[in-house]
């Protein structure tokens, strides 16, 4: 194997702890939640009330916020950025929106309905999905875009050194001020 697919592959790796780091720490208020309502032995109710839906919640705004950075990210993404509206649009359709319609009632007052403890446990588990696949697509992006090398129209380094190409961003260019244009 060689040194770039070996490299690839550790950030690969350090992405996925990295992400599955994010999900355990969204998930840890509701994991102590649980964890008391165990104690109580009530640990069906668990199932039945707001706290799965709400974490459901956050997972797919988080989601939805690596989509819009890997959406306003790139400059040249081509047919991809199609791709990224769509997974906005499934987030909020699949997961964010019924999330916050089984919140509100369930919080709304009444027994819920039994379908509630099943439909609550698959929304945080598509949101989890959502959420590693927008991790994974903002790295892609981001990877791809340090790779693909961006010409300067100056081609001398900083240092004064005659070269190729940079691969560095082109710089901003700010307009001065001149004194005719102050008056």
Known sequence: MSDEASRSESQSLSMMYGTYADVLFVLFPFLVIGMQRLWEGDLYD?????????????????????????????RELGPFKERIVFFIALTLFVVLG??????????????????????????????????????SISNI???SGRHSPV???????AGGLSGGPQSLPEPLVIP???????A
């Open 98 to 135: 019924p999330a916050i319609i089984l919140i509100l009632s369930i919080v709304g007052g009444g027994q819920p309905p039994g379908f509630v403890a099943f439909v609550q446990p698959v929304l945080l588990i598509i949101a989890i999905s959502l959420y590693t696949t927008a991790i």
């Open 151 to 157: 010409v300067r129209r100056d081609t001398a380094p």
């Open 46 to 74: 668990v199932l039945l009330r707001p706290d799965l839906s709400i974490a459901a919640a956050i997972l797919a705004g988080l989601a939805i916020g690596k989509f819009v950075l890997g959406l306003v990210g790139e």
């Open 141 to 143: 992006l981001t990877r």
């Open 176 to 182: 001065r001020r001149s004194a005719e244009d102050s």
